[in-house]
């Protein structure tokens, strides 16, 4: 009797291993998600999405702008090399603030920085109110 009980141990053992073999094989085959033609022509996951392809991708949370310059997502009021404008660029020591460049060591508007505004009497210079006065 303990013989009988073995041998159907074993039989279901090895049973289950051939079962477990093949699907590990089948696997392998087929691919895990099956797509359509309709959608593998438009969509390939190997390829960047970019937003002169796909523009709602800078409209997309943690994207640094909703524009699209230059395959680029940025924001064409703050972006230094777009501002305003696609291509657009600040020259050195200036800033883009609100979409226009604006020299940042001498405008009392934007001294040091956007929307920074020094006081009636003081004037911009280094990028500091009132410096050396």
Same mark, same amino acid.
């Given at each position: 009797? #303990?013989?009988?009980?073995?041998?159907?141990? #074993?039989?279901?053992? #090895?049973?289950?291993?051939?079962?477990?073999?093949?699907?590990?094989?089948?696997? @392998?085959?087929?691919?895990?998600?099956?797509?359509?033609?309709?959608?593998?022509?438009?969509?390939?996951?190997?390829?960047? #999405?970019?937003?002169?392809?796909?523009?709602?991708?800078?409209?997309?949370? =943690?994207?640094? =702008?909703?524009?699209? &310059?230059?395959?680029? &997502?940025?924001?064409? @009021?703050?972006?230094?090399?777009?501002?305003?404008?696609? =291509?657009?660029?600040?020259?050195?020591?200036?800033?883009?603030?609100?979409? @226009?460049?604006?020299?940042?060591?001498?405008?009392?508007?934007? &001294? *040091? *920085?956007?929307?920074?505004?020094?006081?009636?009497?003081?004037?911009?210079?280094?990028?500091?109110?009132?410096?050396?006065?």
């Amino acid at each position: 009797m #303990l013989k009988q009980i073995i041998s159907f141990v #074993l039989a279901i053992l #090895l049973a289950t291993s051939h079962a477990l073999v093949l699907d590990a094989e089948k696997a @392998k085959t087929e691919p895990e998600i099956a797509q359509n033609r309709f959608l593998a022509q438009y969509y390939n996951p190997r390829s960047a #999405l970019t937003c002169n392809k796909f523009p709602r991708v800078c409209h997309a949370k =943690g994207s640094p =702008g909703h524009d699209c &310059c230059h395959k680029r &997502c940025v924001n064409v @009021k703050t972006d230094n090399l777009n501002c305003g404008e696609c =291509g657009k660029k600040c020259k050195f020591g200036w800033m883009c603030c609100s979409g @226009k460049c604006v020299s940042v060591m001498y405008d009392r508007s934007n &001294c *040091g *920085g956007c929307k920074r505004k020094c006081k009636k009497q003081s004037v911009c210079r280094y990028g500091m109110c009132s410096y050396a006065s």
